[in-house]
């Protein structure tokens, strides 16, 4: 399916709608999309590396019933509506298959992904996902009226003169036909602190490489300084040393003792105020995104 002609009859009608809709130039074909997730969260019941490793693809929240935004993705539900509105209803009757996996077109190559909120690391897609994929500003969720396809849109200007916070400063993208393991991702970009763990162990069992970014860390009096940005209650229930970083989360998280949408908030302030080094930073075409130079960060 990394050709559109090959795309199911659904998911064609959804990109020649969009496509209707989009103006501006084409997109440059080296832009990638990423999808950020949580590397050690569960899906299914499985560690989500695992998961991913079984089935071979990554799955839309249609299909997993789970993600790090609302869980809205059932009929009548808020992200089936915003997808009828967008795709002109040719997902509405789909299986959940069928149906587009959801990422960030990483125009500003920030070696964290395109969009941290969802998550410390990410996979990297290939190329050619690029023609099969649809794009809106802002996120789905804000009801917009801006898209884009591959051979045209303005969204990337939109996004550049648009004044958002840093969580929400991405562009989204829905990718058509599935995403396969072995087809479609170049790589997976994991949070440093996962060096050693049981996650970096399932990453090396994937088929595809596995990088590093420098990782997301905060300490728990800088998380309370900005305790008005979301309000982390539990932060220094869940701190190792005084430190946060997505791993210690992660560990709270799996122990039930917590509220997730509290642990998001924590999350959001992190990946806010706790940024890498170089997390605006582009990886080069030669350094396979480990080793990125010096910059503010964005995130």
Not at 43 to 52: D, F, R
Not at 105 to 110: E, T
Request: with cysteine; hydrophobic share 40%.
């Amino acid at each position: 399916m990394g050709r559109t002609d090959t795309l199911t009859a659904r998911a064609a009608a959804a990109l020649g709608h969009v496509a209707a809709l989009s103006r501006g130039p084409a997109l440059d074909p080296g832009l990638p999309v990423t999808l950020n997730f949580h590397p050690d969260r569960h899906s299914a019941g499985l560690p989500i590396l695992e998961a991913l490793a079984r089935d071979g693809a990554y799955h839309s929240q249609f299909v997993t019933g789970t993600g790090n935004g609302g869980l809205t993705a059932h009929p009548g539900g808020d992200r089936w509506r915003w997808e009828s509105r967008i795709f002109g209803g040719a997902y509405d009757d789909a299986e959940p298959a069928e149906r587009p996996v959801y990422g960030a077109l990483n125009f500003r190559r920030q070696v964290v992904g395109a969009a941290p909120r969802f998550g410390s690391s990410h996979l990297r897609l290939t190329g050619p996902v690029l023609r099969r994929a649809t794009f809106c500003y802002p996120d789905s969720a804000a009801e917009p009226a801006d898209f884009g396809v591959a051979a045209g849109t303005h969204l990337l200007a939109l996004a550049e003169e648009d004044e958002q916070d840093a969580l929400n400063d991405y562009i989204e993208t829905q990718v058509h036909g599935g995403v396969r393991l072995d087809r479609d991702v170049a790589a997976l970009v994991l949070d440093a602190s996962y060096r050693g763990t049981p996650v970096a162990a399932a990453a090396r069992r994937l088929p595809f490489p596995v990088e590093w970014h420098p990782g997301y860390r905060i300490t728990v009096p800088e998380l309370h300084r900005h305790a008005d940005y979301r309000g982390p209650r539990y932060a220094a229930l869940i701190a190792e040393k005084g430190v946060v970083n997505p791993r210690i989360l992660g560990d709270a998280a799996r122990t039930g003792r917590y509220p997730v949408q509290e642990l998001k908030m924590v999350w959001h302030t992190l990946a806010r105020f706790g940024a890498p080094e170089g997390a605006g930073t582009a990886y080069s075409a030669g350094s396979g995104g480990q080793t990125p130079g010096a910059s503010t960060p964005r995130a």
